[in-house]
T-cell receptor, first 115, second 110 residues
C-alpha cells in the first residue's frame, strides 16, 4: 500500500527559531496532502491542506504566516513552523488524500518541543 | 465538527473480543464509515471501512446497522498491542480530508 514518510520523528528547538518538517509520499504522486496537529490527550486537528503547485488552504484559526506549507513536487510537502514558541510544541502529522475506494495514509508524526 | 460519537474509553481482556461502538445518526447516503487507530506517539493507522454491508479483513470486522446510524468495530482476539485510540469517521469516498473526533481509548489488559 501507499507509504507516507515523515521526517524528523522528533525535534527540539529554541524559542524564536524555525523548524521544517518534511512529508514524503514514497510510492505514489500526491497532489494533495494534509497537515494535522495533536496536543497531548487530544484528537488530531486539521491545520491545512497542501496542494502541489498552488497555495495551501488553511483551516480557520490557523495562522498561515506562522505555519508555512510548501508543496513544490508531487512527492514532497513541507511544514515550517516559523518563530516557534513553547505553545507550538505538539505532535505534527501529515497524510495523503483519501481517495475513491482507498484509505488515507499517515506519516509517523513529528514531535516538536520548543524550549 | 466530527459527525460521530464514541465512548471515551473501554477496557478489554487480552484474548477476548473488543467491541467498539460508534454512533453516526446523521450519516448521509453516500458516506462511508471509516475506522482508524492511533497507537501512542504514532500516526493513525487505517483499519477498515464500509458503506452498508458488514466488512471483515485481517485486522477487524465492521458491523453496520441496517439504518446505518451506528456501527461496531470488532477486534476478535484483542492483544496488548491493540491498546490504542480508535477513531470512527464518516465521510464520502470522493477524496478529501478526514475530520477526527475524540475517539475511544481502548486498553487491553492481561
Amino acid at each position: 500500500g501507499a507509504v507516507v514518510s515523515q521526517h524528523p520523528s522528533w525535534v527540539i528547538c529554541k524559542s524564536g527559531t524555525s523548524v521544517k518538517i518534511e512529508c514524503r509520499s514514497l510510492d505514489f504522486q500526491a497532489t494533495t496532502m494534509f497537515w494535522y496537529r495533536q496536543f497531548p490527550k487530544q484528537s488530531l486537528m486539521l491545520m491545512a491542506t497542501s496542494n502541489e503547485g498552488s497555495k495551501a488552504t488553511y483551516e480557520q484559526g490557523v495562522e498561515k504566516d506562522k505555519f508555512l506549507i510548501n508543496h513544490a513536487s508531487l512527492t514532497l510537502s513541507t511544514l515550517t513552523v516559523t518563530s516557534a514558541h513553547p505553545e507550538d510544541s505538539s505532535f505534527y502529522i501529515c497524510s495523503d488524500l483519501l481517495g475513491l475506494n482507498t484509505e488515507a495514509f499517515f506519516g509517523q508524526g513529528t514531535r516538536l518541543t520548543v524550549v | 465538527d466530527a459527525k460521530t460519537t464514541q465512548p471515551t474509553s473501554m477496557d478489554c481482556a487480552e484474548g477476548r473480543a473488543a467491541n467498539l461502538p460508534c454512533n453516526h445518526s446523521t450519516i448521509s447516503g453516500n458516506e462511508y464509515v471509516y475506522w482508524y487507530r492511533q497507537i501512542h506517539s504514532q500516526g493513525p493507522q487505517y483499519i477498515i471501512h464500509g458503506l452498508k454491508n458488514n466488512e471483515t479483513n485481517e485486522m477487524a470486522s465492521l458491523i453496520i446497522t441496517e439504518d446505518r446510524k451506528s456501527s461496531t468495530l470488532i477486534l476478535p482476539h484483542a492483544t496488548l498491542r491493540d491498546t490504542a485510540v480508535y477513531y470512527c469517521i464518516v465521510k464520502d469516498n470522493q477524496g478529501g480530508k478526514l475530520i477526527f473526533g475524540q475517539g475511544t481509548e481502548l486498553s487491553v489488559k492481561p
